[in-house]
């Protein structure tokens, strides 16, 4: 086994684990931060994207010459000057992804599959002229039958969006093109014989609408391109170095010609983990000899960036009167959207994982449709599948007349169960979270009628990956710090902590900044829950080579042998025979000395981050149903999670409060509305509805921390987790407050009304109510 | 020998085997071993595939060793958003 990097014993944790202000809060908080839209060159030409007034249509022809003609207009990019890509599928997140499908995504080719989809891009000295040219290009089209639903568009006769796409992972092999890309399978034990020795089976349907990540900035990039085919690339990203990649493969460049800088972001949720605008803003930067802005409107990003999947989920559960589970079956049916790759594998994964169950098969089916390509959405998959299996199991729960969170703890996964995707759980905290919530004042609150109490699980396995951090002291003492991961929940302040507290610098002294492809070796994006994981134990091995170069100097300085001389609490000192031959040296001493001791002091991190461990969550939530509007209102909220470590406690707290409230989004309003023409209604906040800070509570935080021993402070990663739970824990907690068992989402006012009108349950005026209501447990 | 289960639709390469045990001591040499045991099998564990070995799981690394009394699960990569 590859030894753990483990932090040197004379570390102290002074700033690790407290509350420090954060590096970019004031410019932030002042509006000097710079985001993607806030970029601009000297002679910049703004962007605008052509899209697809079709869900699906052939294209016959591209005309631009009118729109090349337009004054002002400086160039027009199309499917032609796009080499096309051979189909090659290479890592994307938690998907393969495949170039050709990217290059069509980027701009349409053969066809155009979803309304919104890119068919052709200008450049023009002003916005007012890049629209009218916009108007200019003629594209004819051959309007197609479209499909959006995912069970539709898994039928025989469904129209089918790609001639080339054959069913994967079916035996015999598939000979008719369709819309499923793929059918996976995982289990072990035998299912069938689970079920026969359960006392309770419960088995549902449910299903959920795509939603989307919601980040609050759009879309924006800004590049340019130099004569001798060099070219730089500003952009809102969750990873500069794979916009990189992408722009380097799609537009025919090496990948050291083209350098990316990450902007500061508002908001991606893994929804910008892709390329939309920047090979575009290259290719027509290239073309125009000018630098050039693209910045994506409101409506653009409902309609043609990449929401998550929508889903048909069928989940079987049976388990003893005793209340042991002893049967799990699930049949997941996502979204693609208009390319292969959907989220359905680790959403297959991760259905059972909080569980302990000895006969488990779970089947996934990736289906496109034509509706945007589906990006990552915080824990992709997860949110789904966990909706399903702990509405379930909640209802079991409830038939065993056995309190839901005790049932979950008879059943939990523990250090050494195995877990349904193969591999035994090192040590995890999903117990400690329920323990955490059973335990809180929260749980035991009386609630009122039409109120109710709803608890979820949930999981997400983490990962490590390429980091590369540099360690730089300054001649004053100070440390600058460049890591390569964009900060999009903390890791800035994260890392200077570790820092402080591995070099024995004042927190102060530290300053982070993320640094651009050219500045700092490979990093992988940000996501996965892996910045503050890997990123850390990048720090941490930087700041182990600069403690030993220190110690190399002052050996020398001091002319004692190196193993007489010890880093220690900032400071580098003679030890054992050598202790009374020179006095210590603190890091700013030796700075100022470094040029005479050998130059620039600096420490690198390399590493290919393993040993991610997986972090388990628990949420509590309280409500309450408005029988007369439908309106469920959040009333209380408790969130508990193993954070491993909370580095920074703030930054931790806030990912489960961001993820909760996603989580009340997804459950209570955010859907996706087609009309018959396949074209989105709701693109746009007013009518796509968010939570905003009225609708939510304070949501409390309780930080578990069960260490992750694979890293030297015990972090796990935090991000992805706190939406997995919320749309059970608040189907749970509307079941509880009002008998129906909701298995649709979102369990928006409508249709909770509907619901209740079908059986009689809502109120009259008076709001007391024919039926009063069920109380709360 | 190491105990070796592939997970998922790595199996419909193998005309359906699961589980083998092999002399494997490193990622690398698992996946030539694999590879040269189903031909098929190979081009997939290029890419795409991450490796748990007793319980940890370990993603885009040829190089992290397997003991010989290992459990070692060939899984799909996972990331996030």
């Known amino acids: 086994m590859a030894p753990t990097l483990t932090t040197d014993s004379e570390v102290g944790q002074t700033f690790v684990g407290t509350r420090t202000v954060r590096p970019d809060g004031a410019d932030k908080v002042t509006g000097r931060a710079r985001f993607g839209a806030d970029f601009n060159l000297p002679g910049q030409l703004i962007g605008r994207v052509l899209r697809s007034p079709h869900p699906h249509a052939r294209i016959i022809s591209i005309d631009t010459s009118r729109a090349e003609a337009l004054a002002g207009v400086k160039a027009v990019v199309t499917r032609d000057d796009f080499p096309d890509q051979s189909s090659e599928f290479v890592p994307a997140g938690e998907m393969m992804m495949n170039y050709k499908d990217v290059v069509r995504n980027v701009l349409a080719r053969e066809k155009v599959l979803y309304e919104g989809h890119a068919v052709a891009a200008v450049a023009a000295t002003s916005v007012a002229i890049a629209k009218r040219a916009l108007k200019l290009i003629d594209v004819k089209y051959e309007v197609l039958p479209h499909v959006i639903d995912v069970v539709e568009a898994m039928r025989p006769d469904a129209p089918v969006l790609h001639d080339d796409l054959f069913t994967a992972g079916v035996e015999p092999k598939a000979t008719t093109p369709s819309n499923i890309a793929k059918r996976i399978e995982i289990g072990h034990g035998d299912i069938e014989a689970g079920f026969a020795k359960a006392d309770v089976i419960v088995e549902r349907e449910f299903k959920t609408q795509p939603v989307h990540q919601g980040y609050i900035e759009p879309h924006a990039a800004l590049a340019s391109v130099s004569e001798d085919g060099s070219a730089e690339v500003w952009c809102t990203t969750q990873g500069h170095f794979i916009v990189r990649a992408h722009c380097a493969r799609l537009l025919g460049m090496d990948i050291g010609q083209l350098r990316v800088t990450a902007s500061e972001i508002g908001g991606g949720f893994g929804g910008k983990t892709v390329v939309y605008l920047e090979p575009l803003a290259v290719a027509l930067s290239k073309k125009a000899k000018r630098p050039v802005k693209m910045v994506m409107s409101r409506e653009e990003v409902f309609r043609a960036s990449g929401p998550t999947s929508g889903a048909t989920v069928r989940v079987k559960m049976g388990a003893t009167k005793e209340g042991k589970i002893v049967a799990a079956f699930a049949e997941l049916k996502y979204q693609a959207g208009a390319f292969q790759g959907s989220p359905v594998q680790p959403g297959v994964m991760c259905a059972y994982a909080p569980y302990d169950i000895e006969n488990v098969k779970v089947i996934g089916y990736d289906v496109v449709s034509n509706r945007p390509k589906v990006a990552a959405y915080r824990a992709p998959g997860a949110p789904i599948s966990e909706f399903a299996v702990e509405s379930v199991v909640d209802e079991i729960a409830k038939k065993l007349e056995i309190d839901p969170v005790e049932f979950r703890l008879q059943n939990a996964a523990r250090e050494g169960t195995k877990a349904a995707y193969g591999p035994k759980f090192g040590p995890i905290g999903l117990t400690d979270t329920l323990h955490a919530v059973e335990k809180t004042n929260h749980y035991t609150t009386p609630l009122d009628p039409w109120q109710g109490r709803g608890v979820a699980s949930g999981f997400w396995f983490n990962i490590g990956g390429e980091t590369c951090c540099s360690l730089t002291v300054n001649e004053d003492g100070t440390v600058s710090l460049m890591a390569g991961t964009p900060d999009i929940g903390g890791l800035r302040a994260s890392l200077a902590m570790v820092a402080a507290d591995e070099m024995g610098v004042p927190y102060e002294k530290v300053r982070p900044i993320i640094g651009d492809t050219g500045s700092v070796g490979f990093n992988f994006l940000t996501g996965g829950s892996r910045s503050t994981f890997s990123g850390t134990m990048a720090v941490v091995e930087a700041a182990r080579q600069i403690k030993a170069d220190l110690c190399r100097r002052a050996a020398k300085l001091w002319e004692v042998p190196v193993e007489q001389v010890q880093f220690e609490n900032g400071s580098v000192k003679p030890i054992g025979e050598a202790a009374e031959k020179a006095k210590p040296m603190t890091v700013a001493d030796m700075a100022k000395v470094a040029g005479k001791t050998g130059g620039p002091i600096g420490g690198y991190g390399r590493i290919n981050a393993q040993g991610a461990g997986p972090s388990f969550g628990t949420h509590l939530v309280d409500l309450q149903v408005d029988p007369e509007t439908g309106r469920v209102t959040i009333l209380r909220y408790t969130v508990a999670q193993d954070a491993g470590k909370a580095v920074h406690p703030s930054y931790v707290e806030g990912q489960y409060q961001g993820g909760a409230a996603q989580g009340v989004g997804w459950a209570l309003n955010e859907e996706y509305i087609y009309g018959p023409d396949g074209k989105m209604q709701n693109a746009g906040f007013l009518d796509y509805r968010m939570p905003v800070a009225s609708d939510l509570p304070m949501i409390d935080a309780i930080v578990v921390e069960v260490p992750n021993p694979r890293h030297p402070y015990g972090v796990r990663g935090v991000g992805e987790t706190p939406i997995v739970p919320p749309m059970a824990a608040i189907a749970n907690a509307i079941e509880n407050a009002t008998g129906v068992r909701f298995t649709e989402l979102p369990m928006s006012p409508p249709k909770v009304l509907k619901a209740l009108k079908e059986r009689g349950l809502n109120k009259p005026a008076n709001g007391k109510g024919t039926n009063g209501g069920p109380a709360g447990h | ?81």
């Open chain 2, 1 to 81: 020998m190491a105990r070796v289960v592939l997970v998922g639709n790595l199996t419909q390469l193998t005309d359906g085997v699961a589980e083998f045990d092999l002399p494997a001591s490193s990622v690398r040499e698992l996946f030539q071993l694999l590879g040269e045991r189903h031909p098929a099998l190979g081009p997939h564990l290029q890419e795409g595939v991450a490796v748990a070995i007793d319980g940890q799981i370990y993603q885009d690394t040829l190089l992290e060793p397997i003991e010989p009394d290992s459990e070692v699960f060939v899984i799909p990569q996972i990331a996030g958003g």
